[in-house]
C-alpha cells in the first residue's frame, strides 16, 4: 500500500462508490478526504505534468504545500513557487490551485517568471 497520488488520470469527483475504493492511509482518513479537507486545488498542466514527470505527491507533502500556501497568503503572496523535497511547484496562491510542477532532473536551468514570492520548505 502506498499513500502517493501520481495523478495517472484527472481527479474525479468523490462519490460513495470511489471513497470505498480509495485505501485508507492508516490515520482514519483517506487520501481523497485529506486532499478535500486541504482545499488545494490542482490545474489540468499541473496534473499532466505531475503524471507525465512520475512526481509521487503523498499526504504528508500535500498538508506541508497546502502549510506553505497559507504562509504565503498570510504575507499577500498571489502567486509562489514553492520549493518543496526536491520539487517546484508554481502555486496560484489567491485560486489555492497548483499550476505546475516540476520534479528534481528538470528544476536545472529554469527560469521562474511571474511570481511575487517564494515559499522553501
Partial sequence: MTDKIYFPEPILQPTPARDRAVKDTGKGMSFEEIL????????????????????PLDVNQIQRLNSAVEK??????????????????????????????????????NVFTNIDSAVII
Avoid: C
Avoid at 489555492?96 to 532532473?105: E, F, P, S
Fill in 36 to 55: 478535500k479537507q486541504q482545499s488545494l486545488k490542482f490545474s489540468a498542466h499541473a496534473k499532466e505534468r505531475i503524471a507525465h514527470r512520475k512526481i
Fill in 72 to 109: 504565503a497568503a498570510a504575507k499577500g503572496a498571489k502567486d509562489s513557487l514553492i520549493l518543496m523535497d526536491n520539487l517546484a511547484l508554481i502555486v496560484s496562491v489567491k485560486n489555492r490551485t497548483v499550476v505546475t510542477a516540476i520534479d528534481g532532473k528538470n528544476i536545472k536551468g
